[in-house]
């Protein structure tokens, strides 16, 4: 009778049968996922010297296609926290998707060789391309402590995720030649979430003495001295700088160093 009802049924039939095997193998593919993505990965968005830190801890399957994951993220050289992320198969592609902590969305797919490519989007609509790739802890561990050797002794602290970003820009070393004093660096190693950035102007390339707080507000950052005032103002890639003293004024424009430049 099955065999007479398969004749008259050849499609449903053949439906019954293909379905399961097909299941059976999506199944398979997703826990070979939960396996292969359960490590650290390195990401880069272009434009952007410094690297953030994926670390995938788990993966919960939620559906035929679809992984929740356990995972945290931040800059490589600090400490990572959780976020939002899920990996879907759709077809033959697999996508990693996720929400960082200031709510910029990333997505991506995976390509032959495991690394994942796509973009990530700002909440102001600023979108930048992204690779996502697996890095072992040896690695990892080895990229940390190049950054924390080139950072001038650990001088600098990197802007966390919440400070805005208007503020962090201003992070970094940053040169420019005034009127009347020469070429003068400027430090400003830390950026709190308040915009009250630690900062010196100084007259080499070595590592300032002291440093001093310096309020940004406006896109401007401010350092007060003894005779006047300096102020810093972000104009893109520039820092289009103002001194205002008793005896007049100085203008320049800086440019910011590349890690290891001076």
């Known amino acids: 009778m099955k065999t007479i009802a398969c004749g008259f049924l050849r499609a449903f039939c053949l439906i019954v049968l293909v379905l399961p095997g097909f299941s059976s193998a ?26 953030r830190t994926l670390q995938i801890i788990g993966a919960t399957q939620k559906s035929d296609d679809a992984l929740i994951l ?65 890095v072992s802890d040896e ?41 009347r004093y020469g070429q003068t660096w400027l430090w400003v190693v830390e950026v709190g979430a308040n915009c009250v950035a630690k900062c010196m102007s100084w007259t080499t390339a070595a590592v ?12 401007v950052l401010m350092r007060e001295k003894t005779d006047g005032i300096e102020y810093y103002e972000l104009r893109g890639d520039e820092i289009w700088a103002r001194y205002s003293f008793s005896g007049g004024q100085n203008n320049t424009v800086f440019r910011k160093l590349k890690p290891g430049e001076k």
């Not at 300032?208 to 896109?219: E, G, L, R």
């Open 26 to 51: 999506q199944q398979k593919a997703i826990a070979q996922l939960q396996t292969e993505l359960i490590s650290s990965w390195l990401v880069t968005v272009e434009g952007e010297d410094r690297t």
């Open 70 to 134: 356990d995972a945290v993220y931040g800059w490589t050289d600090r400490n990572q926290t959780a976020i939002s992320a899920s990996v879907v198969q759709s077809g033959k592609d697999v996508k990693l998707l996720f929400t960082t902590q200031r709510g910029s969305k990333v997505a991506t797919v995976q390509a032959s060789n495991g690394t994942f490519e796509g973009n990530i989007t700002a909440t102001n609509g600023t979108v930048k391309p992204v690779k996502i790739e697996r």
């Open 139 to 179: 690695s990892l561990q080895a990229r940390i402590t190049a950054i924390t050797a080139s950072s001038a002794v650990g001088v600098f602290v990197y802007p966390d995720s919440d400070v805005p970003k208007e503020c962090g820009a201003f992070f970094g070393r940053w040169t420019g030649r005034w009127p």
């Open 208 to 219: 300032p003495n002291t440093f001093q707080s310096c309020d940004i507000k406006n896109n």
